[in-house]
């Protein structure tokens, strides 16, 4: 069993969707990925962290940066936090050839998403998934989000897929509270809140935790409204996702997340608020601004000395 895993969390609790730090020649830093990665788990109570999801960029880096850059983070903090690695493309074969050079590099689960662009039928996810789970001994947790694959995977599609022995955890961005309730109901499958606005709302429909974007920043507070949830203090819950909606808000509505989350952390001085690649562009000074303005409002505490300088 990997590190801070139970069988009702079995990716662990609260996560993070990770960035992946680029150098100023566009490279990967792998370096400033172990530092981002240590500061996560020892600073912000992350559980695990999920290395090459969309978060990190991964449609725009290659399958030799995704194993360089996963084998840095396993190094730094494999021994004590949840390594899940994006293994999930919109080819199978692909997929399958990812979730093995996860599995070599020492992580100790799969996030797997839908499909892309392609739009399969749901015949077609039960056997791309499958497929990718009897690829190798990992854990798999299916990432459902619609929103960007144009294709949910369906409640009879997850009852079913569910048999599988390593298909364990759904990472939902799909916002089906009632319908992912009644997944859970007839199923062992584990859920994780894959969408920050949501992420109280997912405990109260029994969800384990959260794969989070915003947890570079605020992951301890994430990780206390989990605590204090489970311990049956919804008002202190309900006390921290009230004064953390000015952060989520600035990550998550106003601009693609990887691009929010970077100026965030450029902010804050930490590994990874560096540039972005294309097509993805950085963050202009006004938005760096407002998020400055509202991350103090969530209680984030904000070194003067990023305080930007936009033209009056």
């Not at 899940?84 to 692909?94: D, K």
């Not at 996810?125 to 001994?137: K, M, N, P, Q």
């Not at 992420?199 to 969800?207: F, H, K």
């Not at 990887?258 to 540039?275: E, Q, S």
Request: a negative charge.
């Amino acid at each position: 069993m990997a590190p801070s895993t139970t069988a009702d969390a079995p990716f662990g609790r609260m996560l993070t969707a990770m960035v992946t730090p680029f150098l100023p020649d566009g490279g990967v830093d792998y370096d400033g990925a172990a530092r981002l990665a240590t500061h996560l788990v020892d600073e912000q109570r992350h559980d695990g962290l999920v290395v090459n999801g969309t978060t990190g960029e991964s449609p725009t880096t290659g399958d030799a940066e995704k194993e360089r850059l996963l084998r840095a983070v396993v190094e730094a903090v494999g021994d004590r936090a949840v390594i899940v690695a994006g293994a999930g493309t919109n080819h199978t074969e692909h997929s399958l050839q990812l979730a093995r050079q996860a599995e070599a590099a020492g992580a100790h689960g799969l996030l797997v998403v839908t499909p892309y662009y392609n739009k399969p039928p749901q015949e077609g996810l039960i056997r791309h998934f499958t497929a990718v789970a009897d690829s190798t001994g990992l854990p798999c947790m299916l990432y459902d989000i619609p929103g960007r694959s144009g294709v949910p995977i369906e409640r009879e599609t997850l009852v079913k897929l569910a048999e599988h022995p390593r298909i364990t955890a759904v990472k939902d961005a799909k916002g089906d509270l009632f319908g992912s309730s009644r997944v859970m109901a007839a199923t062992d499958l584990v859920f994780y809140s894959g969408d920050d606005n949501l992420n109280l709302a997912w405990l109260s429909m029994g969800a384990a935790g959260f794969v989070s974007v915003v947890g570079h920043v605020v992951g301890a507070d994430l990780h206390e409204m989990i605590d204090a949830y489970r311990a049956g203090d919804v008002a202190r819950a309900l006390q921290i996702h009230r004064r953390l909606l000015p952060v989520v808000t600035a990550i998550m509505t106003r601009t693609q997340g990887a691009i929010a989350v970077k100026a965030a952390l450029n902010l804050l001085g930490l590994p990874g608020g560096g540039a972005v690649r294309a097509p993805l562009v950085e963050a202009p000074p006004e938005f760096a601004a407002y998020l400055r303005e509202e991350l103090m409002i969530g209680g984030v505490k904000v070194p003067e000395a990023s305080i930007p300088e936009v033209d009056r």
